[in-house]
């Protein structure tokens, strides 16, 4: 693989104790360094062909319907290592629902489903590299292991950039929230800062209007401030 664009304290501590994915999905051996090539530095051919992006609203494309729960928009722009917007960046968008809970087979959770809630979206950026999601808040779910803990809201961010080398996944957490302090898998992170960097900013309410909440969270792909991967 190509060097780590992140240095170190960065990127996430894996395995994680007591999260059983971290452990399937880790590499047994570190990871060796090899220089970027041609197919790092170009971007898929037609990206925006093979991912088609429109849905930005996660919460009311049911059948015109709104989802249960909070409702909320996060929104924000997406970065290079050097600060400058990532234009047609496609971002995707995944999370649990309002009772924690993810519409997808693999979740097994006594948690109830909503039927108007899609729980996943995709866009691209603007001109700007900005982006922007309706949808509502997630709630926090444990995590099934014999030592249960519980991970706090936190919403899945994918993003594919104008080439492989700014390709990220990863998450991101609300201010505030108890939960995000014993979070292992926010904690993984080493590096205070980078941690930060995971968490949304809450916009003033009267700036945001009655209708729903307003988060901004920005994502660096690479270089010394970047996102870490989650």
Not at 54 to 74: C, D, F, R, T, Y
């Amino acid at each position: 693989m190509h060097e780590a664009p992140w240095p170190p304290g960065i990127e996430p501590v894996v395995p994680v104790p007591g999260y059983p994915n971290t452990w399937t999905h880790t590499p047994a051996r570190a990871p060796f360094p090899r220089a970027p090539g041609a197919t790092e530095y170009a971007a898929p051919a037609a990206l925006h062909r093979k991912l088609p992006d429109g849905e930005a609203n996660l919460a009311e494309v049911v059948k015109g319907k709104p989802a249960i729960g909070q409702l909320m928009e996060i929104s924000g722009r997406i970065l290079d290592e050097a600060g400058r917007p990532v234009a047609g960046a496609v971002v995707e968008l995944w999370q649990a629902n309002a009772a924690g809970r993810y519409a997808h087979a693999i979740d097994t959770s006594p948690a109830p489903l909503d039927p108007n809630f899609q729980g996943h979206g995709r866009i691209r950026t603007d001109a700007d590299g900005r982006y922007a999601f309706f949808t509502v808040k997630p709630g926090a779910y444990p995590v099934p292991v014999q030592e249960t803990w519980w991970r706090p809201p936190h919403l899945h961010f994918s993003v594919f950039g104008p080439s492989c080398l700014s390709r990220l996944v990863t998450q991101m957490y609300f201010p505030g929230d108890p939960l995000n302090e014993i979070d292992r898998i926010l904690q993984s992170i080493p590096d205070a800062a980078a941690r930060a960097r995971m968490v949304a900013r809450m916009l003033p309410p009267a700036s945001v209007g009655s209708r729903h909440l307003g988060f901004v969270h920005d994502i660096v792909l690479r270089g010394r401030f970047a996102t870490p991967e989650g």
